[in-house]
């Protein structure tokens, strides 16, 4: 099978300091690619590359065959139409309501009625479970449902590869629990092929077909949630058991971010 | 995408094939909103429908909630499970009439 992301050889240079360093990801149609490592690790700039915000300082990325490092900028807004982002913060429009944010991506590519385009955003929003929120402005919701309005605009054109950074941060774990459940859903439903850029490894586990560990700019592994739990290589075990340490950290803290109020 | 009509005593038959997306639904919407304009009861046949979008599931709805408004029946025949994940995902599934055949659509009363 052809894979529909295609990262070659990648070397990043910033200045004198190598942040990605010969890195090799291929990733198939439809599948859920979750790209791990801890801060400094790297994931954060292929991400960058892979959406086209940074071109690489050598190697190429391929995506549904096509060379993005030698498209030109018109050439990338128009493939942009098969993308879609959800940023980590959301990256709504502060000045237009949810709806007029999600609709967004189809009046900048499209010539839709503009009937059709309202009952789009409306479909979308039932399908992140914020049916009602259209009128809203983003300053009006909560951290968990801007990351769904930001999933909604991210998904409103049916793209073919779906990329998400971050989706769980800063969420507590039923919200988290839900957008990994909605990750999951969009797969199915719409065939997505989807990357997803996390250090929340619990998340990771619930969603991914296949993981890649970075750290400092390389590839470590490649391979199922099976064969990264099972992997004996020191570091990966290094950030896996970060996981139960962060799980068990402070039963207080973690209380009071639930409930909003301290002990 | 491809599209024809054609009318039968019971009913305009509106069929599509292929692929209906972000292009070609504003045909496939204007086709629709036309046909429900002067029928009584449409079929839509999606069965060779190999994949369709928001936009083309979008233009349904629309053409679906004016056949609704005059009294026109609307029924959507598909097996295509690339068009009813999409419906389902949506919980559309739950609103329109979907029948797997265009016989059974016929044959049924709505």
Do not use: W
């Amino acid at each position: 099978m052809i894979p529909v992301i295609e990262v070659k050889d990648v070397v990043t240079h910033y200045g004198s300091r190598k942040i990605l360093n010969h890195v090799n990801v291929d990733i198939q149609p439809g599948e859920i690619m979750v790209v791990m490592g801890g801060s400094g690790s790297g994931k954060s700039t292929l991400l960058r590359h892979l959406i086209g915000l940074e071109r690489v300082s050598a190697g190429s990325i391929r995506l549904l065959d096509q060379d993005i490092g030698h498209m030109s900028h018109h050439e990338l807004t128009r493939f942009y139409r098969k993308l879609g982002v959800a940023f980590q913060g959301g990256a709504l429009f502060s000045s237009m309501t949810v709806g007029e944010n999600i609709m967004l991506p189809l009046r900048e590519h499209t010539n839709l009625d503009e009937k059709t385009m309202a009952i789009m955003v409306r479909m979308k929003l039932e399908v992140v479970n914020l049916a009602g929120f259209e009128h809203l402005m983003p300053s009006e919701l909560s951290g968990g449902m801007l990351k769904r309005a930001a999933f909604a605009r991210a998904v409103i054109m049916d793209p073919a590869l779906l990329f998400c950074d971050e989706p769980s941060a800063g969420l507590d774990p039923v919200v988290s629990s839900s957008l990994d459940e909605l990750i999951l859903q969009l797969r199915d439903a719409l065939n997505m092929t989807i990357v997803v850029v996390t250090h929340e490894l619990d998340s990771a586990f619930r969603i991914a077909d296949r993981i890649t560990v970075l750290d400092k700019g390389e590839v470590l592994t490649i391979g199922s949630v099976d064969q990264v739990r099972a992997s004996t290589h020191t570091r990966i075990q290094d950030l896996l058991n970060r996981r139960f340490e962060e799980t068990i950290l402070d039963p207080d803290e973690y209380l009071a971010r639930l409930t909003g109020e301290s002990i | 995408m491809e599209h024809s009509v054609h009318v039968q005593p019971n009913g305009h038959i509106v069929s599509f094939s292929g692929e209906i997306d972000l292009e070609n639904s504003p045909a496939a919407r204007t086709r629709l909103l036309e046909v429900v304009e002067y029928a009584t009861t449409v079929f839509v046949d999606l069965t060779a429908v190999t994949y369709m979008d928001s936009s083309g599931i979008a233009s349904l709805v629309e053409a679906y909630q004016r056949a609704k408004k005059t009294n026109v029946a609307f029924v959507l025949i598909s097996t295509s499970p690339a068009v009813l994940r999409v419906l389902q995902m949506a919980r559309l599934d739950k609103v329109f009439t979907i029948h797997e055949t265009l016989e059974h659509a016929q044959h049924a009363k709505h």
